[in-house]
């Protein structure tokens, strides 16, 4: 059964380097929000040991590690499994939120089974904000433009979603 909580899924591939922000990050959420939060991470690289790395007084973390090297659906999904949040948060090892991101989906989430949030898609010169314009916005939370023009959400990390709400058929494929 789900517990109150949010659970941050992290596939990590070669990516030692991005662990003690990833953590950082989560802990600054953590500290703003009333449910408890546990970070996730699966480690797809697991000739590289991550555990040393794995340590937080604020925090729930779980490590975990793929038998071989399976990709990032595959990590998520045996994190997912691994879970026990109500909430599940999705992001790359290499993502960053800021820190009042998941105190802020929460508020605004209600009673849908998901939301989205909005980003940024950054270059070495230039930061554009993801939807700037309100029938941007819009497009991205009618289901009709999705299956016109296919998914507008440019990376799961925009979207905290109730876990019991992921289709079935996602883990499978």
């Known amino acids: 059964m789900e517990e109150e909580m949010i659970s941050v899924i992290v596939p990590i591939y070669n990516g030692r380097k991005y662990i003690p922000n ?12 009333c449910c408890a939060v546990e970070l996730i991470l699966v ?4 000739q590289i040991n991550i555990d040393d790395l794995v340590n937080s ?12 090297n399976m990709g990032i659906h595959y990590s998520r999904v045996h994190g997912i499994s691994h879970s026990h ?20 989906q929460l508020s605004k989430i209600g009673k849908a089974d998901m939301i989205i949030s909005n980003g940024y898609i950054e270059s070495d010169s230039e930061k554009l ?20 023009f296919g998914n507008r959400i440019t ?3 925009q979207c905290l979603i109730k876990k ?9 494929r």
């Open 155 to 157: 990376s799961p990390g």
């Open 43 to 46: 480690n797809d690289s697991p």
């Open 85 to 104: 949040g109500e909430f599940i948060l999705m992001l790359d090892q290499d993502d960053e939120i800021n820190d009042n991101f998941l105190i802020s």
């Open 22 to 33: 990833l953590i950082r990050m989560i802990e600054r959420n953590a500290e703003n929000i």
């Open 57 to 68: 007084s604020v925090i729930k973390i779980i490590s975990i590690s793929n038998k071989k």
């Open 164 to 172: 019991k709400c992921i289709p079935e058929i996602w883990f499978k």
């Open 129 to 148: 904000i993801l939807y700037r314009f309100r029938i941007v916005q819009w497009t991205a939370k009618h289901l009709l433009f999705h299956i016109i």
